[in-house]
């Protein structure tokens, strides 16, 4: 009960044209039949191997002994079938490796390990987004020594931004990273960072870490802001073989994703010191001061990460009611009046099917909005005409900070609903809902906070290049919206003319709040605007699922009719609440920014 396979390949092949990208030259040598071959390798070890110690590793969470981390073996088992399959490097060259799979079907096959174990699978999907990095900024030589010992899965990635005065404000980061004379690249760093996922473990032979640390000016001081942060690679051992300055303060305690150690490092405290000296030995990555622009690389594709993370959170979440649904008995139908009859199934009950098709709603359109957003990345970087990358370029930065958001908001809903649907069983730990439903709570903190995404969404994507972004993302609405009505398929036009209408609103209540003149008003309820936005992006998301399953499969295929429902409960139940948001948005109201303090 991970994903439905069935859906992933209608969304994979049907609707997304996966075989097509077999066209392009990087991806000549790959077939339906490869990727195929690769998913079904992905499903397996993620059922053999990943989902049965997903409860175990909640239960009993990694434990810090003051020297050393220990936790339960199946971890690194897991790890090592998924470096062994070459799932490391499933994206990446051939001369690296790598298996050159197109991203949209390398997030296929992420879907299954993290819908199996979200805290096994993340010591992977954090070393594959630091080898991104690294491939993307660092020098021949760094790609060489760190980079290709990652892809193999003998060392592991992580990426260290926050500390503990900072949070996510990052331009007030202290951490100093103070050059060394023996050499311009390499320097000793100092400083706390919080909240380090896989920060300190002993399931590989080295953690490669890398940092955000300000370099001092001639005066000895960190330049303020952002322009002074630059990156820096700090493994735990060093080439020598010597334990480099980094000690692990303590773990956090979480809520969920109770498997992934979560850690306060300390850098050059001086618990270690290699070559007889503290600090953090440390190499600079790419040129001073270019720090967050060269973790952005990072960044942004794990926001794609963390919005797949918690659409198949939310999937697999109601596939696991779905199944109790269908089997758990009890009640009878209102109109039933003899109290011997049989008891029903619960599914026959009308509001524990809208609780489904609401989570069917939520995980089957969240899981489809990663894809295409994957999708995308691929038509930016193999295309074959400029101006489709461009395009897809556009699309996706619009759609990124959605991508992250909208599922971790949604399908953390969804996670909820099945907790419903269970009843009392469902907030019990006999049942798996309830750790979903605590595994998915974190996504709306990782890689930005929700609010933080509001305005960015509003803030920047939406007036970046003129509007440029947003003027696409419109165009590409209108075209689905007039292919719908083309389809001559009654309840895909009705459809059409909603999502239509949406999204001019939307147009003009972006309009106002540009008009506003003052940016703390613009910007007061972001929040909001990405909610708003964010679901007339999925309404056209399950209008392009409805259209290709109308296109795909016959009229009496179960699959399409639970397509063309889920999108009519969302265009019935879910499109409609769009509209009080935007009303409160064209308004320009300040009560939240005009409350004080003071009168809390």
Known sequence: MLL????VEFMLYDWLQAETLCNRPRFAEHSRETFTAAIDSAQQIATELFAPHNKLSDQQEPHFDGERVSMIPEVRRALDAFSAAGFMAAGQDYALGGMQLPLLVEKAVTAYFTAANMATSSYA??????????????????VEHFVRPMLEGRWFGTMCLSEPQAG??????T????????????FRLTGNK???????????????????AKIPGPDGKLVPGVKGISLFIVPKFLENGERNDIALAGLNH????????????NFGEGKFRPGGRAGAVGYLVGRQGQGLANMFHMMNEARIGVGLCAAVLGYTGYLHALDYARQRPQGRHPAAKDPASPQLPIIAHTDVRRMLL???????????LCLYSARLVDDEHTADSAEVRQRAGRLLQFLTPITKSWPSQWCLEANNLAIQVHGGYGYTREYNVEQFYRDNRLNQIHEGTHGIHGLDLLGRKASMNDGALLATMAEEIRATAGAARASRVAQLAGHADALDAAWGRVEEVTAALYAAGDLNKTLANATAYLEAVGHVVLAWIWLQQAMAAVASLPEDDDFRRGKLQACRYFYQWELPKVQPQLDLLASLDTTTLDMQDAWF
Not at 131 to 142: D, G, I, P, V, Y
Not at 168 to 173: G, H, R, V
Not at 175 to 186: L, M, S, Y
Not at 358 to 368: F, N
Request: negative net charge.
């Open 4 to 7: 439905s396979r069935r859906d």
């Open 194 to 212: 919080m909240w380090i996922s896989a920060g300190e473990h002993e399931l590989a032979e080295n953690i490669v870490h890398l940092v955000l």
């Open 175 to 186: 951490t100093r990273a103070e050059p060394e004379p023996e050499g311009a690249e390499r």
């Open 125 to 142: 999907f954090l070393t594959i987004g630091n080898a991104n990095t690294l491939l993307k900024c660092a020098s021949s030589a760094q």
């Open 168 to 173: 996510s404000s990052l331009s007030d980061i």
């Open 358 to 368: 609401a989570q069917k709603a939520y995980a089957e359109g969240a899981l489809g």
């Open 254 to 265: 979480k809520m969920g994703n109770r498997g992934t150690t979560n850690c306060l490092l």
